[in-house]
């Protein structure tokens, strides 16, 4: 009892004021609201300046289409990294529930609801996003800064008086402290199911057995993967006739995806499990495979974010290669290679672009996994006290996060050129080609293997870098305290 006593009054001084802000998972997601709201900041800026260069510029200033075209893709790929921060938070603050069942239990036994509980973490993340959409938007507007002044450096008709501070870079930092509030209250659902019982317990993730026995939670998901898929059809047949079949494809790319991310419990055991018999067959393997399919969710949430960022870069790669095979094959005699120079430059732009994107995917898998190991440092502890060597641990942790790194790559690989060319052919699919002026009718994927080798490499470098904290942390706390740890 005097146990219960201490801990309870020392939670609700931390929840009380802003102490919450050190637990660990915390700082990562402010990182990662930082990095979406300073994204679209910059990009906010950046479609301005384009437009007053092009009103500056003596032959397209009247035209407004580029200028359209620039912000509507200023517009999608904030969306985009939005969504991506947006799905990283909700498996992060998911992760911080199930370390906090027994704090959330022991609130329950002295009167607190589960809806008041449930409260406080919507709070949480809402200050959370705040603080992340003001450190974001400063940072974009020092950057945005930076870029017009090399940009009156290196342009001939640069505009004069251009300031960063325009209005619209609100509307990214608002919208990163809204998606993030919503995020941490989708993660926090689990709250509702915490029982007073399970003070008595630790950090509790699903098992395998629990995630397989519930399939009506996995409605929804089904539902938008089929009604997606059957979008993404829609869109491939009615680009045969319309460019506009790619805006149909679009809605169908995000309503599968969405499907596919709510349920990734379902999709990413098999895969999990497939790679898990390339690891090997030593003890100290098979752990880190068995650990991964013991508790789907957790390793479906560190997978998640990875198969995002992997699927963006694939996905605007493959359509872009597509789409300038398809203009070579148009082009007839000697091509010079200035003649895709402006398509290269305007690709390698985008992948850089939706590379920041991946980025926020990576950092969500980092702080997942260092939060997933710091909850288990009982289990570890009781591994350790066996027998296991602070080397066998390191290296069970560091195989963990390439099982679930290569199995994300892997899935993301699949989906990006999937998406990529049905991105490619709902655009293209009824463009007029030569000799005859007949639409293209069914255009060839094509894979640039650069774009794919380069994907392999920051990988396995995410892989060193997202176990190099955990291994860190798994063999720091001595046997004895980690079996005494909650």
């Known amino acids: 009892m005097t146990a219960t006593s201490v801990a309870i009054p020392e939670r609700v001084s931390r929840t009380a004021g802003l102490g919450w802000l050190r637990d660990r998972g915390m700082g990562a997601s402010i990182l ?6 300073g994204f679209g900041v910059v990009l906010v800026d950046v479609t301005a300046y384009i437009g007053a260069v092009l009103q500056a510029d003596p032959y397209i200033g009247d035209s407004g289409t580029l200028a359209f075209v620039v912000g509507m893709l200023s517009f999608l790929l904030t969306a985009v990294a939005m969504y991506v921060a947006a799905v990283v938070t909700a498996n992060t603050f998911s992760t911080i529930i199930a370390g906090r069942t027994r704090q959330i239990a022991l609130m329950r036994l002295i009167g607190a609801t589960a809806r008041s509980q449930r409260g406080e973490v919507g709070r949480q993340g809402f200050v959370v996003g705040v603080i992340g959409a003001v450190v974001g938007l400063l940072g974009g507007l020092v950057l945005a800064l930076v870029g017009v002044q090399v940009g009156v450096q290196l342009l001939d008709n640069a505009p004069s ?3 960063v501070l325009q209005p619209l870079i609100v509307l990214p930092a608002v919208g990163v402290a809204l998606t993030t509030w919503a995020a941490a209250w989708a993660g926090s659902r689990r709250v509702l199911s915490v029982t007073p019982l399970q003070a008595l317990g630790g950090s509790v993730e699903r098992t395998h057995d629990d995630v397989a026995g519930r399939p009506g939670r996995h409605v929804g998901a089904w539902v938008l993967l089929i009604s997606g898929t059957a979008l993404l059809a829609a869109g491939v047949l009615i680009g045969l006739i319309t460019p506009l079949g790619v805006v149909v494809a679009f809605l169908g790319g995000l309503l599968s995806f969405t499907g596919l991310v709510l349920g990734a419990v379902l999709f990413m055991p098999p895969v999990l499990r497939l790679v898990g018999r390339m690891l090997g067959s030593s003890a100290t393997a098979r752990l880190a495979a068995e650990n991964a399919l013991r508790y789907p969710e957790r390793s479906s949430r560190m997978a998640i974010g990875v198969v995002m960022g992997v699927t963006l870069v694939t996905m605007f790669a493959v359509a872009m290669e597509s789409a300038k095979r398809m203009m070579m094959s148009q082009v007839t005699g000697e091509v010079h290679e200035e003649f895709f120079a402006p398509m290269d430059a305007f690709a390698a732009i985008m992948m850089v672009l939706v590379a920041i994107s991946a980025v926020i995917a990576a950092v969500g898998l980092v702080n997942l996994l260092t939060i997933g190991v710091v909850q288990r440092r009982r289990e570890l502890g009781l591994l350790r006290s066996i ?22 790559t892997l899935t993301g690989l699949v989906l990006g050129i999937a998406y990529g060319w049905i991105a490619a052919q709902s655009l293209l699919g009824s463009v007029p080609t030569l000799p005859e002026m007949t639409p293209a009718g069914l255009v060839a994927p094509q894979v640039p293997w650069l774009p794919v080798a380069i994907i392999v490499l920051a990988t396995a470098l995410l892989t060193l870098v997202a176990a190099a904290t955990p291994t860190r942390l798994a063999t720091r706390v001595a046997p004895v305290e980690a079996l005494a740890a909650d």
């Open 32 to 37: 990662v609201a930082a990095l979406s709201a």
């Open 161 to 163: 008086g251009f300031s």
């Open 387 to 408: 027998g296991l060597s602070n080397g066998q641990v390191r290296a069970m942790v560091l195989l963990e996060a390439t099982h679930i790194t290569v199995a994300a």
